[in-house]
């Protein structure tokens, strides 16, 4: 309708304007004012080629850019509509070139659709001013091939001539942009299903981190997990209680929200729960070449008589430092929690049998002699181990031996491990990939000062967003563990936000009586409650029920069971009429599973766990909603955790459902969490 209606409006003018102008045969002829369109011509490339658009520079975006295909490598790219644009069709990563739309009236608002590569300087969709070519806005892409909804506030410029421009100035991976489905008006915000499109996009967000910083503007920020304001983190390091106050570093890479040249962000807080960030602990040394990646890996902490001393891995990119040995242990202490000393190396040669690696170097005082004790995550010929180092000064460490190694099923280097008591047994946690999967595993069993007996091996929490976890005995004795709410496969679409990762919360550890290690959420997260919960006690569903909405909240439910006649319970989460991340219970079989796969955007996988009900006949869940994850906890210690990116301001629903039959909760509550974050 809108593509007939231009031309025809256009005809009309050109001919209101011909007759009311008096012709005269010397004079040149008046230009004709155009009547703007409404948007670009062509604006979702359903043409099924690049009709209104213009090739402006070099070879990234022929015709052949233009394509129907509705899956990449790494699943659906989620375009709207039969075409879109995949920079990466025509000519590859390595090609360059720009694209320019026709020109329409900026309107007060649009949106459009945006993947492929992230780079601000050299990828991007930009407005531009038709008058005097001036960039009004930006916006790169979330380095994935799926799309991603960028929302333009234009009213500054509303009515002014202007049109898009794609831009593709960098070669080699990820040297792309998708663009989709361009919408102004009211249909940019709104989408044909009634919802509002959540307001994601570079603009409005900082390139720098600068005081204030608004933690709460982001639609998909988590408001109560630990994230960086720019930029990337990873695994946590260096988690300790010292001198009363928790403290958080992370892996952290400030300039992109991609991994890189690692340093080690700070924060410190009162209770494990709320968070101040501090300056950068440790930062890499400059760079010997542009793409030098050697910095500071993941590592721990101790207290050593009053010194705040950690222990981590320095890393050294010998294709920009030929011949340096790539990972090796070093030393930093700080006696006012804040400032830290440069690193001193105290291994400078990883033990033989290390092929895979040698790094996440993790201390404890060891209860069995009395001696510093050092676990380095390592492998070889296929099979991930974990090597044992003691010391009396954590100065000069002797290399004790291998004192776990697998079996070649559970992947070829053991990252990030952990040992520690608990409940009379040992706990050895490390991360592994296998198979392209990321996994938090973890085995029980016994230790005698150099070598570990496994006796149970188990996954730590059987969601997708778990891995590198480390723990700490805080001042009350117990074992608080937290994990990077990622892993190297998740997908991150805030990175068009120009953030990535986040830290789960922490978890309280401890033994089932069954053997399995299990968790609880620490218990100051009550403190994050804000107003007066939604409760109810004894309540039956049939079909479906809505217990309340909420994009940051905690549900608790008791199901009980005896009474529940459902084969299946569902809950489902950040829940609209067009998405919702469910958590489902199958009764027959005790299966815990959650499925993302209809989440938003990311969308992944469904993930599953074993659940037991107590002796009474009750479950237990005990859910953590932010605005970009879902931490679910039952009552045995099991746990769930995921993160999730709605697309839209609606998905905030949390129903229970009953399958064949009816589901009776003892007790279901919703209750609003607020913000972790503490002022600087
Ligand atoms: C785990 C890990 C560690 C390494 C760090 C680098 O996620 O690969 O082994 O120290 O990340 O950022």
Same mark, same amino acid.
């Given at each position: 309708m809108s593509r007939w209606k231009a031309p025809h409006l256009t005809v009309i003018a050109a001919l209101l304007v011909a007759a009311s102008t008096p012709i005269s #045969?010397? &004079?040149?002829?008046p230009a004709t004012p155009r009547p703007l369109a409404s948007g670009p011509v062509n604006p979702g490339f359903d043409t099924g080629d690049l009709t209104g658009w213009t090739v402006t520079e070099g070879t990234a975006f022929g015709p052949a850019a233009v394509t129907a295909i509705d899956s990449y490598w790494g699943g659906p790219f989620h375009h709207r509509g039969s075409h879109h644009l995949w920079g990466h069709a025509a000519a590859g990563d390595d090609a360059t070139g720009t694209l320019r739309s026709s020109s329409f009236a900026a309107p007060a608002r649009m949106s459009f659709l945006v993947g492929g590569g992230w780079d601000p300087e050299r990828l991007y969709v930009a407005l531009v001013r038709d008058s005097d070519g001036r960039v009004l806005r930006k916006q790169t892409g979330p380095q994935d091939e799926a799309y991603v909804r960028i929302v333009w506030d234009t009213s500054a410029w509303r009515g002014q001539g202007v049109h898009l421009e794609v831009v593709d100035r960098k070669a080699g991976g990820w040297g792309h942009l998708n663009l989709d489905d361009v919408r102004t008006g009211e249909a940019a915000v709104r989408d044909d299903n009634g919802l509002t499109f959540r307001t994601l996009g570079q603009a409005g967000q900082p390139t720098a981190p600068t005081a204030p910083r608004d933690f709460t503007a982001d639609p998909l920020r988590p408001q109560f997990h630990y994230t960086p304001y720019q930029g990337w983190i990873n695994d946590p390091n260096g988690v300790i209680q010292w001198r009363g106050r928790h403290h958080l570093f992370s892996q952290f890479y400030p300039d992109a929200p991609l991994w890189g040249p690692m340093h080690w962000a700070h924060a410190e807080g009162p209770d494990a729960v709320h968070w101040r960030d501090l300056p950068v602990a440790l930062t890499p040394p400059p760079?010997?070449?542009?793409?030098? =990646? !050697?910095g500071i890996f993941s590592g721990s902490a101790v207290d050593d008589d009053g010194t705040l001393t950690v222990a981590y891995t320095k890393f050294t990119d010998t294709a920009a430092h030929p011949g340096a040995a790539p990972e090796t242990v070093a030393i930093a202490t700080s006696t006012d929690g804040v400032n830290f000393t440069p690193g001193t190396e105290v291994i400078t040669q990883a033990p033989p049998g290390s092929s895979a690696g040698f790094r996440d170097p993790k201390v404890f005082r060891d209860p069995v002699d009395g001696r510093w004790k050092m676990v380095v995550g390592s492998g070889d010929g296929g099979r991930g181990k974990v090597q044992l180092y003691a010391s009396d000064d954590l100065r000069t460490w002797t290399y004790t031996g291998v004192l776990a190694e697998g079996d070649g099923t559970t992947g070829a280097m053991w990252e990030c491990p952990d040992l520690f008591p608990l409940g009379g047994k040992w706990v050895l946690l490390y991360s592994t990939n296998e198979g392209g999967q990321s996994l938090q595993r973890y085995a029980v069993g016994d230790y005698d000062g150099s070598g570990f007996r496994a006796e149970r091996h188990g996954i730590l929490d059987g969601g997708g967003d778990t891995y590198a976890a480390q723990s700490y005995r805080d001042d009350a004795g117990r074992r608080l563990m937290t994990a990077?709410? !990622? $892993?190297? =496969?998740v997908k991150e679409p805030t990175r068009v936000n120009g953030w990535a990762g986040a830290q789960s919360l922490h978890r309280e550890l401890f033994l089932a009586p069954d053997g399995r290690l299990g968790q609880r959420p620490? &218990?100051? #997260? $009550? !403190?994050l409650a804000e107003g007066a919960p939604v409760t109810v006690t004894d309540k039956t569903v049939t079909g479906t029920w809505r217990l309340g909405r909420g994009e940051t909240a905690r549900v608790k439910a008791v199901l009980d069971l005896g009474r529940t006649t459902a084969d299946t319970v569902t809950l489902r989460l950040k829940a609209s009429v067009a998405e919702a991340t469910v958590l489902r219970y199958e009764k027959a079989d005790g299966t815990l599973s959650l499925d993302t796969? @209809?989440? @938003?955007?990311g969308t992944r996988a469904t993930y599953r766990t074993q659940v037991k009900p107590s002796p009474d006949g009750t479950l237990a869940l005990d859910i953590f909603v932010d605005r970009s994850s879902v931490e679910v906890f039952t009552g045995d210690g099991a746990a769930l955790t995921a993160r999730v990116y709605p697309r839209y301001r609606e998905s905030q629903a949390v129903e229970f459902a009953a399958e064949g039959g009816r589901l009776h909760l003892r007790s279901a509550s919703l209750t609003r969490l607020g913000s972790a974050v503490l002022p600087d």
């Amino acid at each position: 309708m809108s593509r007939w209606k231009a031309p025809h409006l256009t005809v009309i003018a050109a001919l209101l304007v011909a007759a009311s102008t008096p012709i005269s #045969a010397n &004079a040149a002829p008046p230009a004709t004012p155009r009547p703007l369109a409404s948007g670009p011509v062509n604006p979702g490339f359903d043409t099924g080629d690049l009709t209104g658009w213009t090739v402006t520079e070099g070879t990234a975006f022929g015709p052949a850019a233009v394509t129907a295909i509705d899956s990449y490598w790494g699943g659906p790219f989620h375009h709207r509509g039969s075409h879109h644009l995949w920079g990466h069709a025509a000519a590859g990563d390595d090609a360059t070139g720009t694209l320019r739309s026709s020109s329409f009236a900026a309107p007060a608002r649009m949106s459009f659709l945006v993947g492929g590569g992230w780079d601000p300087e050299r990828l991007y969709v930009a407005l531009v001013r038709d008058s005097d070519g001036r960039v009004l806005r930006k916006q790169t892409g979330p380095q994935d091939e799926a799309y991603v909804r960028i929302v333009w506030d234009t009213s500054a410029w509303r009515g002014q001539g202007v049109h898009l421009e794609v831009v593709d100035r960098k070669a080699g991976g990820w040297g792309h942009l998708n663009l989709d489905d361009v919408r102004t008006g009211e249909a940019a915000v709104r989408d044909d299903n009634g919802l509002t499109f959540r307001t994601l996009g570079q603009a409005g967000q900082p390139t720098a981190p600068t005081a204030p910083r608004d933690f709460t503007a982001d639609p998909l920020r988590p408001q109560f997990h630990y994230t960086p304001y720019q930029g990337w983190i990873n695994d946590p390091n260096g988690v300790i209680q010292w001198r009363g106050r928790h403290h958080l570093f992370s892996q952290f890479y400030p300039d992109a929200p991609l991994w890189g040249p690692m340093h080690w962000a700070h924060a410190e807080g009162p209770d494990a729960v709320h968070w101040r960030d501090l300056p950068v602990a440790l930062t890499p040394p400059p760079r010997a070449t542009p793409t030098d =990646n !050697s910095g500071i890996f993941s590592g721990s902490a101790v207290d050593d008589d009053g010194t705040l001393t950690v222990a981590y891995t320095k890393f050294t990119d010998t294709a920009a430092h030929p011949g340096a040995a790539p990972e090796t242990v070093a030393i930093a202490t700080s006696t006012d929690g804040v400032n830290f000393t440069p690193g001193t190396e105290v291994i400078t040669q990883a033990p033989p049998g290390s092929s895979a690696g040698f790094r996440d170097p993790k201390v404890f005082r060891d209860p069995v002699d009395g001696r510093w004790k050092m676990v380095v995550g390592s492998g070889d010929g296929g099979r991930g181990k974990v090597q044992l180092y003691a010391s009396d000064d954590l100065r000069t460490w002797t290399y004790t031996g291998v004192l776990a190694e697998g079996d070649g099923t559970t992947g070829a280097m053991w990252e990030c491990p952990d040992l520690f008591p608990l409940g009379g047994k040992w706990v050895l946690l490390y991360s592994t990939n296998e198979g392209g999967q990321s996994l938090q595993r973890y085995a029980v069993g016994d230790y005698d000062g150099s070598g570990f007996r496994a006796e149970r091996h188990g996954i730590l929490d059987g969601g997708g967003d778990t891995y590198a976890a480390q723990s700490y005995r805080d001042d009350a004795g117990r074992r608080l563990m937290t994990a990077w709410m !990622s $892993d190297w =496969n998740v997908k991150e679409p805030t990175r068009v936000n120009g953030w990535a990762g986040a830290q789960s919360l922490h978890r309280e550890l401890f033994l089932a009586p069954d053997g399995r290690l299990g968790q609880r959420p620490v &218990a100051a #997260a $009550d !403190s994050l409650a804000e107003g007066a919960p939604v409760t109810v006690t004894d309540k039956t569903v049939t079909g479906t029920w809505r217990l309340g909405r909420g994009e940051t909240a905690r549900v608790k439910a008791v199901l009980d069971l005896g009474r529940t006649t459902a084969d299946t319970v569902t809950l489902r989460l950040k829940a609209s009429v067009a998405e919702a991340t469910v958590l489902r219970y199958e009764k027959a079989d005790g299966t815990l599973s959650l499925d993302t796969t @209809g989440a @938003g955007y990311g969308t992944r996988a469904t993930y599953r766990t074993q659940v037991k009900p107590s002796p009474d006949g009750t479950l237990a869940l005990d859910i953590f909603v932010d605005r970009s994850s879902v931490e679910v906890f039952t009552g045995d210690g099991a746990a769930l955790t995921a993160r999730v990116y709605p697309r839209y301001r609606e998905s905030q629903a949390v129903e229970f459902a009953a399958e064949g039959g009816r589901l009776h909760l003892r007790s279901a509550s919703l209750t609003r969490l607020g913000s972790a974050v503490l002022p600087d």
